[in-house]
């Protein structure tokens, strides 16, 4: 009997929908949901289904109008890696130094402030996922104690707007502060005296003070408690 090729897949779709493995007969390891994304724009998807809106809005936003963060994610779609073809790759060396610290890659964790807001401890866990990565962090604080034990991040600053620097025994104080917690420097920002609108924020009544409260604040009916 001739057969065509429809008729072909027709029945390898009806095998298909017939096999134990989609009717669940055969028992299979549960797959892990962190496994599911295969890039950067996946976890922020999965990221967005998991978060309070209000905390997604403070963590996904830009300042004003956002027009330098949609430019900044332009500048990034344009930058090409250009490929090099039979170069030996047997020992690839990605470290660098930065500022007398060697730096296993040139990656590090930012001093992006309001983590307890997506995740309990969250400046802590990230720190935790800093040393799992031998990655350097820059923190807003949180993670002293970690970082006396010895088991922080090897190459870890305390970041600082400069407020402890208005008179000179707050400058010692807070130089003794970090050095002593084991801190391998300090991040300076020059950019943060002029706080900039965050409309997102704005709009949604976001109060910063919630990231040390347990994140955003909901009765029962799911209702922001302002």
């Not at 779709?13 to 390891?29: A, D, K, N, R, Y």
């Not at 720190?127 to 002293?144: C, F, L, P, Q, R």
């Not at 008179?167 to 002593?180: I, P, T, Y």
Request: charged share 25%; with cysteine; glycine share 10%.
């Amino acid at each position: 009997m001739k057969i065509d090729r429809r008729a072909v897949l027709k029945s390898l779709t009806s095998f298909f929908l017939s096999s134990p493995l989609l009717s669940g007969q055969v028992g299979l390891p549960p797959q892990d949901p962190l496994l599911d994304p295969i890039n950067v724009w996946d976890f922020k998807k999965l990221a967005q289904e998991k978060l309070d809106p209000i905390a997604w809005d403070y963590m996904a936003e830009g300042g004003k109008d956002e027009v330098s963060l949609r430019e900044n994610r332009k500048a990034f779609d344009r930058i090409i890696l250009r490929p090099r073809w039979l170069t030996d790759i047997h020992d690839i060396d990605l470290s660098t130094e930065l500022l007398g610290k060697k730096m296993n890659f040139l990656i590090y964790v930012c001093p992006a402030g309001g983590k307890n807001c997506f995740y309990p401890d969250g400046e802590l866990e990230t720190a935790k996922g800093a040393v799992e990565a031998g990655s350097h962090m820059i923190t807003n604080g949180g993670i002293d104690e970690l970082v006396k034990s010895g088991n922080g991040p090897k190459t870890c600053w305390h970041y600082t707007i400069g407020g402890q620097f208005s008179r000179e025994s707050a400058m010692l104080n807070f130089v003794e502060r970090v050095e002593e917690a084991g801190y391998t420097g300090i991040c300076w920002t020059v950019d943060n005296m002029l706080v900039s609108h965050h409309e997102r924020s704005i709009r949604n009544k976001f109060a910063r003070t919630w990231c040390n409260e347990g994140g955003v604040p909901r009765n029962d009916q799911g209702q922001v408690l302002f």
